[in-house]
T-cell receptor, first 116, second 114 residues
Framework: EAGVTQFPSHSVIEKGQTVTLRCDPI?????LYWYRRVMGKEIKFLLH????????ESGMPNNRFLAERTGGTYSTLKVQPAELEDSGVYFC??????????????FGPGTRLLVL | AQSVTQPDIHITVSEGASLELRCNYS??????LFWYVQSPGQGLQLLLK??????LVQGIKGFEAEFKRSQSSFNLRKPSVHWSDAAEYFC????????????FGAGTRLFVKA
């Protein structure tokens, strides 16, 4: 069974440009999460989808970030326009969603974003 | 607010030596606790988790962790470290928010010397 995949693995863009990150969760997983690790800091929650609905987007830093999960399968996270402080590693995770508490979240390898 | 503290940014141990990585958490209710490991170029892999029951939890790769409520700690241990254990380790607490999100510590990078 394939794990969580993320694309691209690395992205280098200039300030002001737009970048779109993609996450493919494990097939059949209803829950999809985005996290971000800014250089040297802890990994922080961004948002949580249940199927195609946003369950919790309290961690989204500002309106330059837009996440979608059309059809409840893969998800995209768009940053527009990108700023220097957006540099970091963006992780995606998924879980089945059969229970609401404490499910194992499976993480992807992350997308390393560098904004110059 | 919930938080996780890993006081050691990095630790170096000799191969074959024992290992203990410290983790303290702040959480109002019974916590859901996790340890993850990230090897270079890899995603986060779950080592073990504690939800309830026996406070000594066994995980993969020979790791274990002990939940101590009185100390708000969930330290990770391994009796004999292998060179392949060199990685970054994250302690985390799970929080129910109608969904379930994970709050991570800053991580401890483990170096293993021959």
């Amino acid at each position: 069974e394939a794990g969580v995949t993320q694309f691209p693995s690395h992205s280098v863009i200039e300030k002001g440009q737009t970048v779109t990150l993609r996450c493919d969760p494990i097939s059949g997983h209803d829950n999809l999460y985005w996290y971000r690790r800014v250089m040297g800091k802890e990994i922080k929650f961004l948002l949580h989808f249940v199927k195609e609905s946003k369950q919790d987007e309290s961690g989204m830093p500002n309106n330059r970030f837009l996440a979608e999960r059309t059809g409840g399968t893969y998800s995209t996270l768009k940053v527009q326009p990108a700023e220097l402080e957006d540099s970091g590693v963006y992780f995606c995770a998924s879980s089945q969603g059969r229970t609401s508490v404490g499910e194992t979240q499976y993480f992807g390898p992350g997308t390393r974003l560098l904004v110059l | 607010a919930q938080s996780v503290t890993q006081p050691d940014i990095h630790i170096t141990v000799s191969e074959g030596a024992s290992l203990e990585l410290r983790c303290n958490y702040s959480y109002g209710a019974t916590p859901y606790l996790f340890w993850y490991v990230q090897s270079p170029g890899q995603g986060l892999q779950l080592l073990l988790k504690y939800f309830s029951g026996d406070t000594l939890v066994q995980g993969i790769k020979g790791f274990e962790a002990e939940f101590k409520r009185s100390q708000s700690s969930f330290n990770l241990r391994k009796p004999s470290v292998h060179w392949s254990d060199a990685a970054e380790y994250f302690c985390a607490v799970g929080k129910n928010t109608g969904g379930f999100k994970t709050i991570f510590g800053a991580g401890t990078r483990l170096f293993v010397k021959a």
